[in-house]
């Protein structure tokens, strides 16, 4: 992070490699602006907090240059809001775990950069071969605005089954971008729900997470050697929450 003139600067993950060329992420930047005590009444507007949209709505105000949260892939929207966090309130952040206090410092994360297979690429298209089935599929990184439609989807999808919870079917559905050349939003759905085997769909969720970049927001509590998730509620930003 680099302070200039009121302006943080916050380098993505991305390096802004899949971004449109006229977008301004495409710089593999971000600026934004430090919190003041009016943006502090985001995170306690009960509108935001029942609708689980607090840390969106903090985003669309500090982000500069006419960038939305919405814009960003997840992996960028997290390191900005780790970025803000530590700006704007302390860089050690404080949480509790199994019942036990954690402390991290935040400046000390790295980030997960794009996987060099893709350093060269012009857009967010990326290709992969099923091992079983042998379809060639091209899919895409999510961006916040992605998430929230997945998330519509699935709340539609309850109201009709209370028994079935396809999260994993429908984020691919919106990953997923062609299937042997094919476009067709129908096909890809068709495709995900009735020929995709288990084994594929594992294969392609793995190779997925492994080139996606974001921040590593990963610990160790004492005594694990498999890491856990920092937590990033509205906790993040308002350390007395209850």
Same mark, same amino acid.
């Given at each position: 992070m680099e302070v200039t003139e009121g302006r943080e600067e916050v380098l993505l993950p991305s390096k802004g490699l899949v971004y449109p060329e006229d977008s301004p992420l495409r710089s593999g930047k971000v600026f934004i602006k430090y919190m003041t005590a009016k943006e502090e009444n985001i995170l306690? &507007?009960? !509108?935001?907090?029942?609708? =689980?949209?607090?840390? #969106?709505?903090?985003? +669309? @105000?500090?982000?500069?240059?006419? /960038?939305?949260?919405? +814009?960003?892939? /997840? =992996?960028?929207? &997290?390191? @900005?809001?780790? $970025?803000?966090? $530590?700006?704007?309130?302390?860089? %050690?952040?404080?949480? *509790?775990?199994?019942?036990?206090?954690?402390?991290?410092?935040?400046? #000390?994360?790295?980030?997960? #950069?794009?996987?060099? +297979?893709?350093? !060269?690429?012009?857009? !967010?298209?990326?290709?992969?071969?099923?091992?079983?089935?042998?379809?060639?599929? *091209?899919?895409?990184?999510? *961006?916040?605005?992605? #998430?929230? %439609? /997945?998330?519509?989807?699935?709340?539609?999808?309850?109201?009709?089954?209370?028994v079935d919870d396809p999260i994993i079917t429908t984020r691919l559905k919106y990953q997923i971008t062609s299937i042997d050349g094919d476009r067709d939003i129908k096909t890809i759905r068709e495709y995900v729900d009735k020929t995709m085997l288990a084994f594929d769909s594992r294969k392609l969720r793995n190779y997925i997470r492994e080139v996606t970049p974001d921040i590593d927001l990963t610990f160790y509590p004492e005594g694990r050697e498999e890491g856990v998730s920092i937590p990033m509620g509205i906790n993040f930003f308002w350390p007395d929450f209850r």
């Open positions: 306690t &507007n009960k !509108n935001y907090l029942d609708k =689980g949209i607090s840390l #969106e709505k903090l985003l +669309d @105000v500090v982000l500069l240059d006419g /960038i939305k949260s919405d +814009d960003l892939l /997840i =992996g960028d929207k &997290n390191a @900005v809001l780790v $970025a803000l966090r $530590a700006l704007n309130i302390e860089d %050690k952040y404080k949480f *509790t775990y199994a019942g036990k206090e954690e402390e991290v410092n935040l400046l #000390e994360l790295q980030p997960k #950069e794009l996987h060099k +297979d893709f350093e !060269n690429s012009s857009s !967010n298209e990326f290709t992969f071969k099923l091992p079983k089935r042998g379809n060639l599929v *091209t899919f895409k990184l999510l *961006t916040s605005a992605d #998430e929230k %439609k /997945i998330d519509q989807e699935l709340e539609g999808l309850k109201k009709l089954s209370k």
